[in-house]
């Protein structure tokens, strides 16, 4: 193994290397590590998220659904326009939209099948620690369309940073034009309750959203989807 990617274990908090064993933990190892945390970092410090170079993944299990992930792998698309930390990219604005700077960007790697299927295997062992997302606790209720969509979008202002649709011109959070193909509810309710909680030094607000409003809001991200899946 490279030195770089021990390296990158070592400053990852990632698990030691005795401890990895199989092609899915291969492809972790070789091509993961340097730019995400597969278990949780004992370093959760605004410098560190300054500086890391994309999501932890050491909860994928809990957040992402298989079938998106597998899929997503063979074919990257891009989620977060701006990049994992949004303002190191930005070079200036058109009215009232940011510009982005795309050559500070890098594509993500794509994988064949084979090694997607592998990669997804190990990457949905990676659940999350006890108390950070709750199973169970999304309800799935019938949500009046119009309303949830207002709630999003105006009440809560999720459309300040998240683009609920392509081309809506927001690159400062991930986009979610796609959340109910790769989001597992769980995750999305637990996250939009407490993003510090995943996140000590994360810039998304914690909105402290009653339990009625978070199931909301979980439901209308669910019926986000691509449009071939609609």
């Known amino acids: 193994m490279k030195l770089i990617h021990v390296m990158g274990m070592l400053a990852l908090g990632t698990a030691s290397l005795a401890s990895w064993a199989g092609p899915g933990q291969e492809l972790l ?34 957040k992402f659904n298989r079938e998106w992930m597998e899929n997503w792998l063979q074919n990257p698309t891009v989620i977060r326009p701006g990049g994992v930390m949004y303002s190191k990219v930005v070079k200036g604005n058109k009215g009232d939209t940011d510009v982005i700077d795309t050559s500070q960007l890098s594509a993500h790697l794509k994988l064949s099948k084979e090694e997607a299927g592998q ?46 649709k ?30 510090q909680a995943f996140d000590a030094h994360v810039w998304m607000p914690k909105l402290d959203l009653n339990p009625a409003d978070l199931q909301k809001l979980t439901g209308y991200m669910l019926t986000l989807k691509s449009a071939e899946k609609k």
């Open 29 to 62: 190892n070789k091509q993961c590590i340097a730019c995400h945390a597969v278990t949780k970092p004992d370093n959760t410090s605004l410098q560190r998220l300054w500086e890391r170079k994309g999501p932890d993944l050491y909860f994928a299990g809990s």
């Open 166 to 195: 392509p081309d809506a011109g927001v690159a400062s959070g991930p986009e979610l034009f796609t959340a109910g193909d790769r989001l597992q509810p769980d995750y999305m309710l637990a996250y939009i309750k407490d993003p």
């Open 119 to 164: 990669a997804t295997e190990a990457l949905m062992a990676l659940k999350a620690p006890d108390g950070l997302i709750e199973k169970g606790v999304f309800k799935n209720e019938p949500v009046n369309a119009s309303f949830v969509a207002m709630l999003f979008s105006k009440l809560r202002g999720c459309t300040s940073c998240h683009s609920a």
